[in-house]
């Protein structure tokens, strides 16, 4: 046999039956250290399913996960940014002035996108946050006297309100029924403009996994077949603009390669 052969034959017994459990309870001992932080584990139909497989834990609600967003996301823009700058900008200067962030944290696409976006004077920018760190960015929002920036916790509530932007980056797939579809449906007044970024897409089943958020903390998050998440909201009279890949996130799971995928996405859609 040759040495590729050896491999192969070794990678098949290692994800074979007789292994295949042994590393996987390995694996998920590994995902819930310390030293695992970003990582992901597990193949779950339920955030209630997946808790089940979590240590008890704030999640996102713990002021510690926001130092690094107040003192490196407020002050910086990335790479996946760009595009949403852009259709940003362009709705600005179309005469939108309310925007809704969905999981913004600190106020963080306010603060960095303000360094090279012309904001409109009337502008209010609303922040949808866990408390703890909606009450980081109320103080951070008042420190730099940033008036059109404010925070609820009340997504419900939010969605009510009139808004010509809803973004939301990274965000979405952590609330267990925020599906932007969904929340559409149950809007007043559905907002023009729809920047969603780094969304976990791809091309098979929808599913539910976990994170180590770092600091103790561990959250579900759902994956969406991306063909179904576009679509359902096509269905609500949005036209797809734009799409874009994410390159630094990307989704690896032990033991279930069909539901890992390289990169993440970013979409754009405007009201018809």
């Not at 609600?61 to 790479?79: H, M, Q, S």
């Amino acid at each position: 046999m040759s040495i590729y052969g050896v491999i192969q034959a070794a990678r098949h017994f290692i994800n074979g039956p007789l292994v295949r459990p042994a590393k996987l309870r390995w694996e998920e001992k590994a995902f819930l250290s310390p030293q695992s932080t970003a990582a992901h584990f597990g193949v779950y139909e339920s955030f209630a399913q997946a808790r089940r497989h979590l240590p008890e834990s704030p999640g996102f609600n713990l002021d510690a996960l926001a130092y690094e967003y107040v003192n490196v996301r407020t002050k910086r823009v990335f790479e996946y940014d760009y595009p949403v700058m852009r259709w940003m900008e362009q709705a600005f200067r179309a005469g939108a002035v309310r925007v809704l962030d969905i999981g913004g944290s600190v106020g963080v696409h306010y603060f960095a996108y303000s360094r090279y976006l012309d904001m409109p004077a009337r502008l209010v920018w609303d922040v949808v946050e866990l408390p703890e760190i909606a009450s980081v960015g109320r103080n951070l929002a008042a420190e730099f006297r940033a008036t059109a920036l404010s925070f609820t916790t009340d997504l419900d509530a939010a969605i009510g309100g009139r808004h010509d932007i809803w973004t939301s980056a990274g965000a979405i797939q952590y609330f267990e029924d925020a599906h932007p579809a969904g929340l559409l449906r149950r809007c007043r007044a559905r907002p023009v403009h729809l920047l969603l970024n780094k969304l976990p897409l791809y091309e098979g089943e929808d599913f539910v996994t976990s994170q180590n958020l770092g600091e103790g903390s561990f959250s579900p998050l759902h994956v969406y077949n991306r063909r179904r998440f576009i679509q359902s909201i096509k269905e609500l009279g949005y036209g797809l603009r734009d799409t874009w890949d994410v390159h630094d996130r990307s989704m690896y799971i032990p033991g279930y390669p069909e539901h890992s995928f390289p990169t993440f996405s970013g979409l754009y859609f405007v009201k018809a």
